[in-house]
């Protein structure tokens, strides 16, 4: 393990797991869906189904994978807001 950054904690919104928001939600309720694979299977621990991301509608990985286009906007979002108060 190396971790020169500090990670950065990205907040999900518990009801439709999008990192735009945390609380007034008008997306969809995700609560009961699976965050690998979006199915309706979330009480399984282990998933083995394959990867779908909720937020993409992709099915080459899952919401808060790295090659998740909305996780990275999120994320860069998050650092440039860090840096700019100095944190
Ligand atoms: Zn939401
Ligand atoms: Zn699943
Ligand atoms: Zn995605």
Redesign the pocket.
């Known amino acids: 393990m190396c971790s020169i950054e500090r990670r950065v904690q990205l907040q999900q919104c518990f009801r439709c797991s999008s990192y735009d928001h945390k609380r007034e939600c008008e997306g969809p309720d995700r609560t009961k869906l699976c965050q690998r694979c979006g199915g309706e299977n979330r009480r399984a621990k282990q998933c083995h189904n394959r990867r779908r991301?909720l937020?993409?509608n992709?099915d080459d990985?899952s919401?808060g994978s790295g090659r998740?286009?909305?996780?990275r906007a999120a994320l860069m979002k998050e650092r440039s807001e860090r840096e700019a108060t100095g944190f």
Do not use: E, M, R
């Open positions: 991301c937020l993409c992709k990985h919401s998740c286009g909305n996780f």
